[in-house]
């Protein structure tokens, strides 16, 4: 059985915090690890550090680690941790250059390690009987920045739809969905209109979308499977030749093997390098990275990676090898994993 798939209202995400350890310990000491970020990461962190700590119990081991987990997005999460307030923190993209900056003049050094694929399924209303499909191209004049004001109705997307307004619904902007949704349609990072209804609560995009049949929003696949009742995913055509036409749902299956393209995407942690010589967070993350810890992201909507990438992040990170496999280009799309990890993709192919 799946476990509950939980998110939270923007203004709860800075404040959220999840403790996760067993109660009535009276040990004199606790060990915490402090993990935040991303609330699209949030639900496998939850499951890890709940699993993590059963399996301590049941070994026998005395209950002295508590795991608490905060919710404040991918960017607040980087924040903090490249203020050196946190062991680990959960992105739903890659760092950016930026944010590499700060924690370099903070001294933090960090390993970055993928743990799930996910998707970005895009949805409209159960009764809207005339979308079939959208194309990379009709998404792009949909959400670019010239389109604010200016693209309002259906037809202006596709002539045969009708002519009727057009409202728009999507991750907020300081989240790692939106960094990537935009990079993959617009094709720069954070750069779309502006007067689109945004939250980081998914539960305001699907009550936005299931109550109007004129609109369209996005969101991650792991909320959608949750709401598939409620909204209806819209097969994304990337209009490559090789694909063949017509258009790619979202599952478990084509996210995972990539054909869900543009918006299939590679989630992550970040581990402080400092942090993981302490035993209770790389015992976590050793965890995390096993045959146990493998299963878990399907379990909570996610779609675990091929054992070889496991396999590969594990050998990161125990090596303690530091830095970022995207070499600092923020969100990119259509890459290879297990290439990135052997450092045999082409340099052209990482910019």
């Known amino acids: 059985m799946k476990r509950a798939h939980r998110r939270y209202a923007a203004g709860a995400l800075a404040a959220l915090t999840v403790l ?10 606790r060990r915490t690890v402090t993990i935040d970020g991303s609330s699209t990461v949030y639900p496998i962190q939850e499951a890890v550090a709940e699993e993590f700590l059963q399996a301590r119990r049941e070994a026998g081991l ?10 404040s997005g991918t ?26 900056e700060r924690c370099a003049a903070a001294g933090v050094e960090f390993i970055e390690i993928p743990v ?3 998707g970005i399924a895009v949805v409209v209303h159960p009764g809207n009987d005339f979308v079939d499909r959208f194309t990379v191209d009709e998404l792009r ?4 920045p010239e389109a604010q004001a200016t693209i309002t109705r259906w037809n202006q997307i596709r002539p045969t739809w009708p002519d009727q307004p057009l409202r728009l619904y999507g991750a907020g902007v300081d989240s790692g969905t939106y960094d990537y949704f935009t990079a993959a349609i617009v094709g720069r990072e954070h750069a779309s209109r502006g007067d689109f209804t945004s939250s980081e609560d998914d539960n305001v995009l699907v009550q ?3 109550g109007d049949r004129l609109s369209v929003g996005f969101f991650g696949y792991a909320y959608y499977e949750e709401n598939a009742a409620r909204v209806r995913a819209v097969p994304i055509d990337d ?4 694909t063949g036409p017509g258009g790619i749902m979202p599952t478990p299956e084509t996210i995972g093997d990539g054909t869900y393209q543009p918006l299939s995407r590679p989630i992550f942690i970040y581990v402080r390098t400092e942090a993981a010589a302490r035993s209770e967070v790389n015992d976590l993350i050793e965890f995390y990275l096993s045959p146990a810890g493998r299963l878990l992201p ?9 054992d070889d990438v496991y396999d590969l992040a594990l050998e990161r990170f125990r090596a303690r090898t530091p830095g970022s496999i995207f070499a600092g280009g923020g969100s990119q799309v259509g890459v290879s994993l297990e290439q990135l990890l052997r450092g045999t993709t082409p340099p052209s192919e990482v910019p």
Do not use: H
């Open 116 to 118: 799930a694929y996910d």
């Open 20 to 29: 996760l350890a067993a109660s009535g310990c009276r040990c004199p000491e």
């Open 141 to 144: 004049r949909m959400w670019e």
């Open 75 to 100: 960017g607040g999460g980087f924040q903090k941790f490249c203020s050196g307030e946190l062991d680990i923190t959960g992105a739903s993209r890659p760092i950016r250059p930026i944010e590499i």
């Open 298 to 306: 399907r379990e909570v909507g996610y779609i675990s990676l091929p």
């Open 239 to 242: 209009e490559d030749p090789a």
């Open 62 to 71: 005395e209950n002295d680690v508590r795991i608490t987990i905060g919710v």
């Open 208 to 210: 936005g979308v299931a």
